[in-house]
C-alpha cells in the first residue's frame, strides 16, 4: 500500500515537473514588437520647430487673451484648475485604471519594451502598485521623487501639492530615453481595490484620480476576464469619468486565458455590469487581446489578438498626431468657460449695485440674488445677450460657495475692465475664442508656420471699443 502511494506521489510530482516546464518554455517564447514601432511610426522624425512655434503662439494667446480675465474673476477658485505653462507645453498623457492585477503594468512594459530589464515596472498576481508612476522622457534612466515632480514649474505636475504629502510620497516618476516617450507620458494607477476606504490609503485617492482624469488625453480601463466584479470603487470611478466618455478605452486583457466561447460570454457579462455605469448613446470601444511580452497562449484567437492589439495602437498613435489640434481644443474649451464665468460675476455684480439703496442691507439683497438667481434672471439674461449654451452654464450652487469666500463688492463691472494699451477684457477674450484659436488651429491643419495677427505684426493703435459700456 505504501509503495503504491509512493508511486502515485511520484508520478504527481513527474506531471507537476513537466507542466512548470511546459509553461516555462511557453512564457520564455516573446512575442514579435516590430509592430509596435511601426503602427506608432517611431522611425519618423518630427517637425520639431513648427510643433515649438505653435505651442509658443498659443501659449501667448492664453496669457494675453484669456489669464486676465481668468484672473480679475477668480476664475481657479470656482473650477479650481490652473493652467501652468507646464501643463501647456506637456506630451498627451496616457492613463491606465482599473483593479489590481489586470496587467495595468505589464501593458506599460510591454508598449515601451522594458520586459526582463531592471527598469521594468514591477508586476505580480498580487496588488503590486501602491503608488501613482509617471513615465516620462529623460535624457538619462532616473526616478524622481513626488516632492520634486510637484516643486518643478516646468512640469505639469506642481498642482498636486494641494492633495498633501502623504500623496507625494506615493507619487514617483520614472524618466528615459524612449521614442515613444518622446511624445506621450504613461500614467501608472494604484489598482482598485473594492471594501478598501479612502483613509486607508492615507490620501484622498478619488480626487488625485480626478486630477489625473481631467488631464489625460487617452484613459485606458483595463479589466481582466477572470475578475469582473463590479463594486463601490469602480462605481466611483466611473462616475468620475462622466462627460471624458470620448478618451475611454476599455481593455479585456488576458484574453488569452479563455476559450473563445467563454471569451464571448465574459465580452457580454463586461457590457451587462458596465451599462449601468456608462450612461451614453455609443459605448467606449472595447478591445480585446493580451497585452504582454510573450506568446499567445496555444489554441486561440491570435489573429484577432493581433488585429485588436494593431487597432489600439492606432488609437494611440491618433492622440500622438493631433495633440496639438487637441491643446488648443482643451484651451479654447477652457476661455469658453472663463469667459462664460466672467459675464455671469458681471452680471451678479450689477444686479447687486441696481438692487441696493441707501437703506438696503448689503448682505441681505446679495444673499437673496445668490439664493434666487433665476428671480433675478442671472442666467436667463447670460443665454438672451450672448452666444453661449445652456448646456454650457456652471451649476448654480456653484456660485454661493465661490461668493461665500469672494465677498460680490471685490470684483469690478466688465465695462470697466478695459484699458487704452492693452484693450478690453471680454473682447480680448472673445476675440481668442473665435478667431486666435480657430486661425492657430486651422494654420496646423494646413501646414503653414504659425504666425502672428495682422495687429500684433502691424500694432493697430486703434482705441478699444467697450461693447458693455453704457451711454
Known amino acids: 500500500m505504501k509503495g503504491t502511494v509512493s508511486i502515485c506521489c511520484f508520478l504527481s510530482l513527474l506531471l507537476l515537473q513537466a507542466t512548470a516546464e511546459e509553461e516555462e518554455d511557453f512564457t520564455s517564447v516573446l512575442r514579435d514588437r516590430s509592430h509596435i514601432d511601426e503602427t506608432l511610426r517611431l522611425a519618423t522624425e518630427e517637425k520639431a520647430g513648427d510643433y515649438a512655434a505653435a505651442l509658443q503662439r498659443l501659449r501667448k494667446i492664453y496669457h494675453t487673451s484669456i489669464k486676465p480675465m481668468e484672473q480679475a474673476y477668480k476664475y481657479n477658485e470656482l473650477r479650481q484648475h490652473e493652467i501652468s505653462d507646464g501643463e501647456i507645453t506637456s506630451k498627451p498623457m496616457v492613463l491606465f485604471l482599473g483593479p489590481w492585477s489586470v496587467g495595468k503594468s505589464s501593458m506599460i512594459n510591454y508598449l515601451l519594451g522594458l520586459q526582463d530589464s531592471p527598469y521594468q515596472l514591477y508586476t505580480g498576481a498580487e496588488p503590486t502598485t501602491s503608488e501613482f508612476t509617471v513615465i516620462m522622457h529623460g535624457e538619462k534612466i532616473r526616478s524622481v521623487e513626488g516632492i520634486v515632480m510637484a516643486a518643478d514649474s516646468s512640469r505639469s505636475f506642481s498642482p498636486l501639492e494641494k492633495f498633501g504629502q502623504n500623496f507625494l510620497e506615493k507619487l514617483i516618476g520614472i524618466e528615459m530615453p524612449h521614442k515613444l516617450l518622446e511624445r506621450v507620458t504613461f500614467v501608472d494607477t494604484p489598482g482598485i481595490i473594492e471594501n478598501r476606504k479612502q483613509q486607508e490609503r492615507g490620501y484622498p485617492f478619488n480626487d488625485v484620480c480626478q486630477w489625473f482624469i481631467d488631464r489625460a488625453d487617452l484613459i485606458f480601463v483595463v479589466f481582466d476576464p477572470t475578475k469582473l466584479d463590479v463594486g463601490l470603487e469602480l462605481e466611483m470611478l466611473f462616475r468620475q469619468l462622466k462627460g471624458r466618455e470620448s478618451q475611454i478605452r476599455i481593455i479585456l486583457n488576458k484574453a488569452d486565458n479563455l476559450a473563445t466561447q467563454d471569451l464571448m460570454r465574459v465580452y457580454g457579462a463586461l457590457f451587462w455590469s458596465l451599462a449601468p455605469l456608462i450612461n451614453v448613446t455609443e459605448p467606449p470601444r472595447v478591445y480585446v487581446s493580451s497585452f504582454w511580452p510573450y506568446d499567445y497562449a496555444p489554441d486561440t484567437s491570435r489573429e484577432l489578438f493581433k488585429r485588436e492589439e494593431i487597432s489600439l495602437l492606432e488609437d494611440l498613435n491618433q492622440v500622438i498626431e493631433n495633440r496639438m489640434e ?90 470697466t475692465q478695459c484699458s487704452y494699451m492693452g484693450g478690453c477684457l471680454l473682447d480680448k477674450i472673445e476675440r481668442a475664442i473665435t478667431n486666435e484659436l480657430p486661425a492657430l488651429l486651422s494654420s496646423i491643419n494646413s501646414g503653414k508656420q504659425p504666425g502672428l495677427s495682422s495687429c500684433e505684426a502691424t500694432g493697430c493703435g486703434e482705441k478699444p471699443k467697450n461693447r458693455y459700456r453704457k451711454n
Open 326 to 415: 487637441n491643446k488648443i481644443a482643451f484651451i479654447r474649451q477652457h476661455g469658453i468657460r472663463v469667459r462664460i464665468h466672467g459675464l455671469l460675476v458681471d452680471r451678479y455684480v450689477q444686479t447687486f449695485k441696481e438692487k441696493m439703496s441707501f437703506f438696503s442691507d448689503p448682505e441681505l439683497v446679495f444673499k437673496e440674488i445668490v439664493d434666487e438667481p433665476d428671480k433675478f434672471y442671472i442666467f436667463k439674461s447670460i443665454l438672451a445677450k450672448t452666444n453661449v449654451s445652456k448646456f454650457d452654464l456652471p451649476n448654480r450652487d456653484a456660485y454661493r460657495d465661490f461668493f461665500g469666500i469672494n465677498p460680490v463688492t471685490n470684483f469690478k463691472p466688465l465695462s
